[in-house]
Structure formats: C-alpha cells, structure tokens
C-alpha cells in the first residue's frame, strides 16, 4: 500500500493539475490583436460572424451573442416575459446563474430532482412540479451530458411551457443528429474561461423563434432600437432611436467575440480531445466498485466538459473531504459541483428547505470533479488515474 502524501507520502506528481483549463493559442492571440489594430473594439463585425457561425455550428436559426453566460439565460428570461407569480422549474445540481435569472425577473425558481443516472433535471419529477403558474422549464446539460430532450419537449407541449437549455457545459454535443443550440425553445451558452471555449467573458442564446430573437436582441442593447422599421414612433431623421423596454447592456467586445470565434474553430479538436480522456478514465474506473460513474443519455454524442466521480461510500471508509483533500494532496486539484443551490444561505432565507430535492442532495456529498481539458497529457492523465486508484486502496473497505 503506498503511502498517501497527506500523511507525509510521496505525492503522484510534483507539480499541481487543476480539474480545468484554458486553451489559448497563437492563432488566438492572432484574432485578438488583430481587432485591437481595427476601428471597432465593440460593436464590430467581429460579434456578427460570430453569431453567424454559431447558428451554422448549431442549426439555430438565430443567435445573439452578449457579455456573459448569466446575461445569456437573463435575457432568456426576459424575452419570454418571466414575471412575478410565474414558476420556471430548475435544476439544484447548476451553478447559481441557472436559477438567479429567474429571480432577476421577479419569477420564483421551483426545483425539480434529479435522475441518478444522468445527474440531470428528472423528468418524472418535472411532471410532479408543474402548476396553474409553471412559464418555462430551465434544464441544464449538466458536465455536458445531454437533458432528455425529447420528453421535456413533450412535457412542454403538453403544458404549454418554454424549454430553455442552460447549456452551458454542452457547446458541440449532438442529440439525436441535432446539435445543442436548436434542442430546445432558447439554448444558452457560457464562455468563461472554465468552459469549453472561452472568449475570457462570454455568453450566447440560440433560438429558431424570430420574436424571442428580437426581444433578445432589444434587450440586450438597454431597450434601445436604432432600426426604422421597429419605431413605435415616428422617426425625426438620421439621428432617431428609440428606447422601447428597460434592457441592460449586455454586449460583448469585439475582441472577446474574435477569441470566441477563433477557439469555435477548434471545437471539433477540443470535443475529440476530451473524448478520448473520457475513454481513458472510463476504462480505468469502471470496475472499481468504490467509484460509479455517470451514464450518458442515450442517442446523444457529448462534448463533455467535466468529468465527475461519485465516490460509493459503500466500499470507501474515508468522507467525501477526507478524499478530496488526500487528492488535492497528491497534487491533482479537485472540485465540487455543484452545491445544491437551495442550500446557498441566501436561498434559504427565500425560504427553501433542506430535503426539497433528495437525489441532488445525495449525490452532492459523494461527487468530486477530476481533470478534463484538451491539453491534459497522457501522462498527467495516468497520474490521475493513478492517484484514484491510490486513494480507493488506501481508503477502501477491504484495505
Ligand atoms: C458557467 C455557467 C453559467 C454562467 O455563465 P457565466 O458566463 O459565468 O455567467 C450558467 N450556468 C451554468 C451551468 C454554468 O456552468
């Protein structure tokens, strides 16, 4: 048995590995100077083909591209008229965006559970959350893996309901041909630097609705349209625009938006690079029985971008912290995600309960994320793999 590093052993590597990390290249660093050079730091033509080839890249019809992935699923909200004394049903297993952009608008988050297989929102319960004031359906793609899209479109035809995919961890994945983006009503995307490409801030919505994509589109630039045909008033010349709603400035540089477009051009390379780790871990944990692993959904093609482990308490004499720090020892950095976001203090004071969602509060204590980016070496992937195995024996029941 070796001996862990947290108790004074050799760690499996000298230098730390973080569970992500950015990809930037000269080409990036090409695209981003290049629009430094040019008139347009904002508002260019940067932002425009990059919408452009986003809609190719998922088959949505529309795309408008803003500052942040919070922005993103805001102004989701918001074209769909999400107000006070409307319900949108959530996911708890997200980052806190997923369920603070209904709030933004006065709407009230209900949390749905989640499936134990997938990790992702339930359908059946789904089901059970609906009420008279259910708006829309916010599922997230958790770590990439894809929702069960074809039953929530069914539960939202049936309730007259707006899918909306945070599909934040899922740019490049394919669900049954398709690509995420033209899934669900309104898809977003997030391109903070954790993601799977990054403009260092970012976020995008997809939509095949014109309506939704012009009030997205209003929105995101303070309400304000400069385009003639839009006017409620009469136009008194060249000069003319007109503030129609109370929007936010919500736009992205130019710059950002030529980093965007420039990784979205390695998207197919980081997606193979991702699976072939993927493969990689998936062989090497899963016959361990002090470990399960997540399932994906059927028919779908992920472009994964986390890879979590959910320790099996079971086989393993050691807490979710004991683990994690022994890792985090070793060397190789974990993470959590994701709390509950109903625990988070201020949701509390909202009101919300421990034991609202029981299967996310389960799996919250026994998952851990390890190392997925494109440039993780297969060396570095072995000392994780390593590292695993060390602490399951260390740990393990039989040990
Ligand atoms: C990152 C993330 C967001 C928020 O995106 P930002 O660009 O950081 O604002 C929303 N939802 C999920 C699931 C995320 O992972």
Redesign the pocket.
């Known amino acids: 048995m070796e001996k862990l590093a947290i108790f004074g052993g050799k760690p499996v590597r000298e230098t730390k590995i973080y569970y992500g990390q950015q990809n930037i290249n000269e080409d990036d660093v090409n695209a981003v100077v290049e629009v430094l050079k040019s008139p347009y730091l904002t508002q260019g033509p940067k932002v425009i083909e990059l919408e452009y080839e986003l809609c190719l890249n998922t088959g949505a019809k529309y795309c408008s591209v803003v500052s942040?992935?919070?922005?993103a699923?805001h102004l989701a909200c918001l074209s769909i008229g999400v107000k006070e004394g409307d319900e949108v049903i959530v996911t708890p297993m997200?980052?806190a965006?997923?369920a603070n952009c209904i709030l933004y608008c006065g709407g009230t988050p209900v949390f749905a559970d989640i499936d134990l297989n997938t990790y992702n929102i339930s359908v059946d319960s789904i089901r059970k959350k609906i009420s008279e004031k259910t708006k829309a359906i916010i599922a997230?793609d958790f770590t990439g893996t894809i929702v069960e899209v074809e039953e929530i479109r069914k539960i939202c035809d049936e309730n007259n309901l707006i899918f909306i995919e945070?599909a934040?961890?899922s740019l490049g994945g394919i669900y049954k041909e398709k690509k995420v983006g033209s899934l669900a009503d309104i898809t977003t995307f997030?391109?903070?630097p954790v993601?799977t490409i990054t403009g260092g801030?970012?976020?995008a919505i997809t939509t095949n609705s014109k309506e939704i994509h012009e009030k997205i589109s209003l929105y995101r630039t303070h309400g304000i349209t400069k385009e003639n045909q839009s006017f409620i008033n009469c136009s008194e010349g060249e000069w003319y625009q007109e503030q129609q709603v109370l929007g936010y400035n919500y736009r992205i540089t130019d710059f950002q938006a030529a980093l965007i477009l420039s990784q979205l051009h390695r998207l197919d390379h980081f997606k193979k690079k991702r699976a072939e780790i993927i493969e990689i871990y998936n062989t090497a944990f899963s016959n361990m029985k002090e470990l399960t692993l997540q399932k994906e959904t059927n028919n779908t093609d992920p472009c994964k971008h986390l890879y979590v482990l959910q320790l099996n308490f079971d086989y393993l004499t050691c807490t979710r912290k004991q683990f994690f720090d022994a890792m985090a020892a070793e060397n190789i950095q974990p993470q959590v995600h994701y709390i509950p976001t109903y625990y988070f203090p201020y949701y509390q004071n909202l009101g919300y309960q421990y034991g609202l969602c029981p299967n996310a509060e389960k799996l919250y204590l026994s998952l851990i994320t390890i190392p997925l980016y494109p440039s993780l070496t297969l060396e570095e992937v072995n000392d994780v793999i390593h590292c695993i195995k060390k602490l399951c024996a260390y740990y393990s029941v039989n040990g």
Do not use: I, P, Y
């Open positions: 942040n992935g919070t922005a699923l997200t980052f965006a997923s997230v945070d934040s961890h997030s391109f903070h993601k801030e970012g976020g």
